[in-house]
């Protein structure tokens, strides 16, 4: 999928599918490098973070596992409560492991903090957090983040796995959404 296929849908293109890439370069030789010697579990979170699993692994030298979580948070409308329902849990007994949570993007960051007490309470060697994007909202939450892509405003971005009403996922770069679209 492309630009063309999505005509007038988007304002603009914030990250092209190069810019990420060689991001992920770097973040990934960051992980190679912290994680030497030990064993790590990367945690994606469904669905966002498909496509941020397939490519940061893919780049990774280091032998990982992977495991999947999906997680539901009650919110009105685009903000999340905090209120967390677990969707889809890990197969994975964590205890000993070193984890790392592949994240697309943090907003208000209060989905992440708590998934982050949740693993945290099952008894891992430790918990770190990657996300492609941040928005400046997640510095109000006491999350820390170890490795993060790309700093971004706050304005609602689709692709590269970020979702408008399930549309625009496979997108390979990330775009802000035209205001009719919205409406
Ligand atoms: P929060 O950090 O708890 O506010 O929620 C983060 C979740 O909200 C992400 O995992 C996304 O699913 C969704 N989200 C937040 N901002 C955006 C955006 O700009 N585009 C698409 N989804 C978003
Ligand atoms: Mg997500």
């Known amino acids: ?34 994680y030497a010697g030990k064993d790590l579990l ?28 999906a997680v539901s948070s009650y919110g009105s409308g685009t903000k999340s409560s905090g209120v967390v329902r677990i969707l889809k849990d890990l197969d994975t007994d964590l205890s000993g492991r070193n984890v790392l949570i592949a994240e697309d993007i943090i907003d208000s960051g209060l989905t992440l903090s708590w998934l982050v007490q949740n693993l945290r ?6 918990v770190e957090v990657a996300t492609m994007l941040r928005k400046p909202d997640a510095a109000k939450v006491e999350v820390d983040v170890r490795y993060v892509g790309f700093d ?23 775009g802000t959404l035209a205001p009719h679209v919205y409406s």
């Not at 706050?154 to 390979?172: M, Q, S, T």
Request: hydrophobic content about 45%; cysteine-free.
């Open 121 to 126: 309470s099952r008894g891992p060697a430790s």
């Open 42 to 69: 990367v945690v994606g979170v469904l669905k966002g973070a498909v496509m941020v699993m397939a490519d940061l692994s893919r780049r990774l030298h280091h032998p990982i596992e992977m495991d999947w979580m």
């Open 152 to 174: 971004i405003p706050n304005e609602f971005v689709v692709g590269y796995g970020l979702d408008h009403a399930e549309k625009y996922r496979n997108l390979p770069f990330i």
């Open 1 to 34: 999928m492309d630009q063309s296929d999505v005509a007038g849908d988007l304002a603009e293109i914030l990250l092209t599918e190069e810019q990420i890439g060689s991001r992920l370069d770097e973040m990934a030789a960051q992980i190679d490098a912290d």
